[in-house]
């Protein structure tokens, strides 16, 4: 079987490698000069199964509502003259229930401890290193009100086999001691050793280079024209080079759309409607002042909703999701204030740790956006659709680098006839 890529990110490298360790040719497509160039450039770098959780639960709608006037809020809509957003958000709410919420969470989980092995199988094969840290992943809290809410996380997560657990702040400052200048404000935090971080990035683009190694094609800098329809079929796409103007048309047996965001507008070109829309997220990686002092253990702030992750010799922090269309700007006064607040968080909790200072300031941090690709109830669309030779992998949010190996591989097998072993739905529709 010849199949088609569409995206070199995280999850459509993870699927060229699967699908060519099954031995099947492959050809991969982006209109990015390399790998990882978009969403997995520089999110938070968490591997985070006991993370898992959808962002629709029963407190999610009155939060949102409050939210839509505070611009540095975790979850801001910002209302689009858009009848996708405006679906979309209906769907979301029906999400919003007890019920929806444990069948999501179950799903996730599922999927997330099937991708972390998946990526160790990979890293195992491969030897790729991409400051990989296996020291697991703590979750503190600054106010007592939500740290009491705390135990009932953990014993969600612990019943999907997650060892996520509570723990003091004595004990959270000796997992982690770079906490200590915060310590004061903290009321303590969970904590789950299994989980991990390291650079998506850095990831994606070695695991590209193992792809072609093994006989993967690579075709960059092309955009796609158009999904070629034969009845109930794709047959081939029709690709515009980015510089040359030079059009190619690739027939194959088999198209694996993984377009992050821009899944959902490619498909409606051929008549197909599927539940993603864009959550811009921001992120900050600074340079450390004093890597003695910097974090070891990856970090989630609760009042904040960011993360922390150490990349070598920088501090990744990174959050905050946008649903405000495909708007990839940085230089406007909203998304510069996102980023400053995460930047003004490292300071709060690390004081001198980190190069914070602002440009103005005669600083440079590295601020990044990007649009994760989200369905109304977090769960990815993962399977063959209704169209013939047409297969999804699109719609993790923000948990693309914790569940693609394990995308990659489930629709890998899928597309090779055989049955993943993980109870996940994998109808895409």
Known sequence: MHAVVLGAGVIGISTAWHLRQLGHEVTVVDRQSGPAMETSFANAGQISVSYCEPWANRDAPLKTLKWMFDDTAPLLFRPQLDWSQWTWGLRFLAQCTDRAFNRNVSQLVALGAYSHQALKEVVAHTGIEYHRIEKGIAHYYSDQASFDGAAQAAELMQRYGVSRRVVSRDELLLIEPALKPFANR????????????????????????????????????????????????????????????????????????????????????????????????????????????????????????????????????????????????????????????????????????ADTRTPEQGGNPAYWCGLRPATPSNIPLIGRTKMNKLWINAGHGTLGWTHAAGSGKALAELMDGQTPAIAFGFAAG
């Not at 280079?209 to 999904?227: R, T």
């Open 186 to 353: 903290i009321s303590g935090g969970t904590y789950t050793d299994t989980d991990e971080s390291g650079d998506a990035h850095v990831f994606t683009a070695a695991l590209a280079k193992h792809c072609e190694a093994a006989g993967v094609h690579f075709q960059f800098n092309q955009h796609i024209e158009q999904l070629e329809k034969n009845g109930n079929a794709i047959d081939a796409v029709q690709l515009r080079h980015a510089h040359s103007g030079q059009t190619i048309r690739l027939a194959a047996d088999a198209f694996v759309v993984a377009c992050g965001s821009y899944t959902a507008p490619l498909l409606k070109t051929v008549g197909m409607h599927v539940p993603i829309y864009p959550g811009k997220g921001y992120s900050a990686t600074l340079a450390l002042l004093k890597p003695g002092e910097a974090p070891m253990v990856s970090m989630i702030d609760d009042a904040k909703k960011c993360a922390m992750s150490r990349l070598g010799n920088h501090l990744r922090i990174a959050g905050t999701i946008e649903l405000s269309g495909f708007d990839l700007r940085l230089d406007t006064p909203l998304a510069r204030k996102r980023c400053d607040m995460l930047v003004q968080r490292v300071e709060e909790v690390m004081p001198g740790v």
